[in-house]
């Protein structure tokens, strides 16, 4: 629940929830590492810090089309508005198939991990 409250406190929404993300991709391969030594551990710290500067760019431009929707007197301040909702609309394009990787790869992860307690009878080994 800790979590949750990390993505709506303004200025702990600003890096909180990429530490969480980060967070989640390590532990999961140290879990793995603890059955299988020979596990090789991928650093995921550029994929989800990618991730998280499209999303904190993409969220400043969707605010400032909010603060500036009801403000369109003249043609060019509605173009302006287009141009950046058009702006805000292509970041999420790769933001959002960064979240697909990132997810993808956290999920072969898990898959690991559960599959290595299995081997080990069902036996979680302690972090």
Same mark, same amino acid.
């Given at each position: 629940?800790? !979590? %949750?409250?990390?993505?709506?406190?303004?200025?702990?929404?600003?890096?909180?929830?990429?530490?969480? +993300?980060?967070?989640?991709?390590?532990?999961?391969? =140290?879990?793995? *590492?603890?059955?299988?030594?020979?596990?090789? /551990? #991928?650093?995921?710290? &550029?994929? &989800?810090?990618?991730?998280? =500067?499209?999303?904190? /760019?993409?969220?400043?431009?969707?605010?400032?089309?909010? *603060?500036? !929707?009801? #403000?369109?007197? =003249?043609?060019?301040? +509605?173009?302006?508005?287009?141009? !950046?909702?058009?702006?805000?609309?292509?970041?999420?394009?790769?933001? !959002?198939?960064? %979240?697909?990787?990132? $997810?993808?790869?956290?999920? *072969?992860?898990? #898959?690991?991990?559960?599959?290595?307690?299995?081997?080990?009878?069902? *036996? $979680? $080994?302690? /972090?």
């Amino acid at each position: 629940s800790t !979590a %949750v409250w990390c993505w709506i406190i303004p200025f702990v929404s600003l890096f909180k929830p990429a530490q969480i +993300m980060s967070q989640i991709w390590r532990e999961t391969q =140290t879990s793995i *590492k603890k059955y299988d030594p020979s596990y090789s /551990i #991928k650093y995921g710290g &550029i994929l &989800i810090g990618i991730w998280w =500067t499209l999303f904190i /760019i993409s969220n400043f431009v969707g605010r400032y089309i909010l *603060k500036t !929707a009801f #403000k369109q007197d =003249t043609i060019e301040q +509605m173009i302006s508005s287009t141009e !950046a909702t058009i702006l805000a609309d292509f970041l999420q394009i790769p933001e !959002a198939l960064l %979240v697909v990787a990132i $997810v993808f790869q956290l999920s *072969k992860m898990e #898959k690991k991990l559960s599959e290595q307690i299995q081997m080990n009878g069902g *036996k $979680v $080994v302690q /972090i």
